[in-house]
């Protein structure tokens, strides 16, 4: 059989190339694989105290959606809030001795310039008042507020310049 010069489509997506400039995830859900690798192993290995909170976070208190060991380059933080960008880190004693204190400020600075704000919580708090540490955490993810608006039940969002 002779070729006639003329390549078969693609089928079904195959061989397409991202667009140069085109989107992609935000930067907040872009981290290197090191860092999602680290993560991913922090996950299975959450400490009693983490995997106590996780427990209630997951039920979404407040409506707010919660992520355990988000990968946040070059940290992983042990709790997120995205919509509100909210880091909730969980403190045991350690934290308290030698030069933690100074490098937890300086890692609260550089999630602070990606955009989210540090809530410190002491382990034994969480094991002593669960309930208030929850209550504590959504009140401060309402405080922040989404970033943006959620939508209406039941339809599409608001297009510009039309009132909520």
Same mark, same amino acid.
């Given at each position: 059989?002779?070729?006639?010069?003329? =390549? =078969?489509?693609?089928? =079904?997506?195959?061989?397409?190339?991202?667009?140069?400039?085109?989107?992609?995830?935000?930067?907040?859900?872009?981290?290197?694989?090191?860092?999602?690798?680290?993560? #991913?192993?922090?996950?299975?290995?959450? @400490?009693?105290?983490e995997a106590l909170l996780w427990r209630?976070?997951?039920? $979404?208190?407040?409506?707010?959606?919660?992520?355990?060991?988000?990968?946040?380059?070059?940290?992983?933080?042990?709790?997120?809030?995205?919509?509100? #960008?909210?880091?909730?880190?969980?403190?045991?004693?350690?934290?308290?001795r030698g030069d933690r204190p100074r $490098?937890?400020?300086?890692?609260?600075?550089?999630?602070?310039?990606?955009?989210?704000?540090?809530?410190?919580?002491?382990? #034994?708090?969480?094991?002593? =008042?669960?309930?208030?540490?929850?209550?504590?955490?959504?009140?401060?993810?309402?405080?922040?507020?989404?970033?943006?608006?959620?939508?209406?039940?039941?339809?599409?969002?608001?297009? @510009?310049?039309?009132?909520?």
């Amino acid at each position: 059989m002779r070729s006639t010069g003329h =390549n =078969n489509p693609t089928r =079904n997506g195959e061989g397409d190339q991202a667009k140069p400039g085109g989107g992609g995830p935000p930067a907040v859900l872009r981290a290197p694989i090191r860092t999602v690798k680290r993560a #991913r192993r922090l996950r299975r290995e959450m @400490s009693p105290t983490e995997a106590l909170l996780w427990r209630e976070l997951r039920r $979404r208190p407040g409506g707010f959606k919660f992520r355990r060991q988000f990968p946040l380059h070059p940290f992983s933080l042990d709790f997120a809030c995205l919509e509100a #960008r909210l880091a909730i880190e969980v403190d045991g004693e350690a934290h308290d001795r030698g030069d933690r204190p100074r $490098r937890d400020e300086m890692r609260d600075r550089l999630v602070a310039a990606k955009g989210f704000r540090t809530l410190r919580l002491p382990a #034994r708090e969480v094991h002593r =008042n669960l309930e208030g540490v929850l209550l504590g955490i959504v009140e401060e993810c309402r405080a922040l507020g989404p970033l943006h608006p959620r939508a209406s039940r039941g339809g599409p969002p608001p297009r @510009s310049g039309e009132d909520l």
